[in-house]
């Protein structure tokens, strides 16, 4: 986490600012754009476009959109740090803006469920994801909303070519379904919270 006196350094805020916390998790670059270990990013750009919100800024080594949805400011953002090492742009985030924990939404790809279905969950383990492993170490806590998105499991020895392939022809079409569906749970967790997203989306 950033020092004290690293946050007053940089204008932190000095008190909660309402603000909810979208991360969406992937790798950058063109070669990364379209793997399934992006389904985060692919998420965040989806929710994006359906709210008209452009990611024109950077700070903290993560592209930043940010608007309001539903009378709620947000900021959404994908990590420009790599996979491994998302929780150093997040934990710069959350400190910087007083993030409350229940209004950090973190999505990303999980290969233990099945193709499309999605998870949503208030708090947990990182589940040996290691982006996640990364942002739990930067904030210092797991008790944060997270929705991830299966990619599924076709070879437990290959592992890593799976995550970082692309989708085929067939599975863009259940992925552009699962897309829309993760932008509306996001919606419905900004309205209603991630107890009345949880009944509808899991």
Not at 129 to 140: D, L, P, Q, R, T
């Amino acid at each position: 986490m950033p020092s004290l006196r690293w946050l007053k350094r940089h204008g932190a805020a000095e008190t909660p600012q309402n603000i909810k916390l979208i991360v969406g998790l992937g790798n950058p670059g063109a070669r990364y754009a379209h793997s399934r270990h992006n389904i985060g990013f692919l998420v965040a750009d989806r929710f994006a476009r359906a709210h008209a919100l452009d990611f024109t800024r950077k700070r903290f080594n993560a592209q930043i959109a940010e608007g309001s949805v539903g009378g709620q400011r947000i900021l959404l953002a994908k990590p420009q740090t790599f996979m491994n090492s998302s929780g150093e742009a997040v934990g710069k985030l959350f400190a910087f803006y007083k993030i409350a924990p229940h209004d950090l939404l973190v999505v990303y790809d999980d290969l233990d469920l099945p193709l499309g279905k999605m998870r949503l969950r208030s708090r947990g383990s990182s589940g040996g994801h290691h982006g996640m492993e990364s942002i739990i170490a930067h904030v210092g806590m797991s008790d944060f909303p997270r929705l991830r998105v299966g990619i599924g499991r076709p070879n437990p020895d290959a592992d890593i070519d799976h995550v970082l392939g692309s989708f085929d022809a067939d599975e863009r079409v259940v992925m552009d379904e699962t897309f829309t569906r993760a932008a509306d749970a996001i919606d419905v967790w900004l309205t209603d919270g991630i107890t009345a997203a949880m009944n509808k989306f899991n």
